[in-house]
Every structure is written in C-alpha cells, then in structure tokens.
C-alpha cells in the first residue's frame, strides 16, 4: 500500500484507529479465555499475555494524545471503593489462585471525579508489575490522603530498586525489558493531568515496611 498521499495526521488517524481495534479483538480473545473451563497455568498465562498485549497498546494511543497536546482528563463521578473492587476482580481472573489479593477502602468518599479510563491505565500497570514480582499477597486501596483521592498497590516482592525511586517524575525511567519504566512514566503523566483548583495529581513511588513495592496515586 502506497501512504505517500496521506498527510501526517491521516495516517497516525488511521493507524490510531486499527490499535484501537486490535484491542477490541484482543478483548473478544481474553473474554473467550475467561469462559474456558481449564484453569491450567497455560490459560491463566494467557489471559496476563493478552492483558499486557492490550495495556501497551493503550500506552501507543497514549503517546498519540501527548504528541497532539489532547491529554485532557474527561472527568466524571465515580465511585472509587466500587473501582478498587473491579480492578480486585480482574486482578484475581488473572492470578486465578496463585496469589492473595485484598483491598482496603476505609475511608474511602461515596465519589469522586476522575478520568476512570486513565486512572485505570495507570492502576492496571500497576497491578501488572505487582503480579509479576508479589511472593505471595497483593493489597489494593483508596481513601483520602491529605485531601487528595488516594489509590495504591502494594505488593510483598522485593520492592523498587533504588533507581526507581530516585528518578524524576517528568523523564521516562529506563525501560527494562518487561517495559516497567515507561508505564511508570505514563502513570506520573496520567496523575499529574489530573487537576482541581491548581492542584495536580502526584505519582508517589516508595518500600513498604515489609520491603514490596508501594504505587501511591492521589488525584486532587
């Protein structure tokens, strides 16, 4: 096929669109997976493949929204206990057994207003990392953390290493090969778009008492 007649913006137009369509399949080919009726260890990896196939096309389209300045947050109420619990159950369709997964809502508002489809870009990335390098249990929460909508990830693995947590926010970490660095990058993104009253949402990155790794999101 000849492109040499479309202009910039059609061709990243229609390529836009077949990544989003390409997801939709991939969503078709993971809810095929969840209907089977085998829970082997082949499925369940599937099923993880698929979600980390999806998420880094999600990350494309994300790419294409910076680059065209369109990052705007559309934001809506949204109960966030109710979120946790989704994001809980997906997580667990995942893991299918292999890992503990809790969530703690104490505190939690009846609603908050947040771009649901970005939030949750960022907190699947999290969950993906978390999965990958949890010995054993996960723990998922949302509250209020000094008047700002606190969502976080805590897995019992061996944390972030130092070189995570001493790099800024506004530069792409060096990306390993699972691509751990650019999704923390896009999260900072996701978090710092998020803004009321001048007041940007923060990515807070650190070790938790035990030693796993702890994803602090607080949108404002």
Not at 2 to 8: A, C, I
Not at 20 to 27: F, G, P, Q, S, V
Not at 47 to 75: G, I, N, T
Request: aromatic fraction near 6%; charge should be negative.
């Amino acid at each position: 096929m000849n492109t040499s007649g479309m202009d910039g913006l059609a061709f990243k137009t229609v390529l836009a669109a077949n990544l989003h369509e390409t997801k939709n399949i991939l969503a078709q080919l993971m809810l095929r997976l969840d209907n089977m009726d085998s829970h082997t260890a082949a499925v369940r990896d599937a099923r993880l493949l698929c979600q980390q196939v999806s998420d880094r096309m999600v990350q494309m389209l994300l790419l294409f929204e910076l680059q065209a300045e369109r990052l705007v947050p559309r934001y809506e109420a949204h109960n966030p206990a109710d979120f946790l619990a989704e994001l809980r159950e997906n997580a667990r369709s995942w893991v299918d057994g292999r890992l503990r997964i809790d969530s703690e809502e104490d505190g939690a508002p009846d609603y908050w207003y947040f771009d649901r489809s970005l939030v949750e870009m960022a907190m699947m990335n999290a969950l993906h990392n978390a999965v990958r390098h949890a010995s054993a249990r996960l723990v998922l929460r949302t509250g209020v953390r000094h008047g700002r909508l606190l969502f976080e990830v805590e897995d019992d693995g061996a944390g972030y290493p130092a070189s995570v947590l001493s790099a800024q926010q506004d530069e792409p970490l060096p990306v390993s090969q699972d691509g751990t660095g650019l999704g923390l990058y896009f999260s900072a993104l996701i978090a710092r778009a998020h803004v009321n009253k001048e007041q940007h949402g923060e990515l807070l990155l650190h070790n938790g008492k035990a030693g796993g790794a702890v994803f602090s999101l607080l949108l404002p």
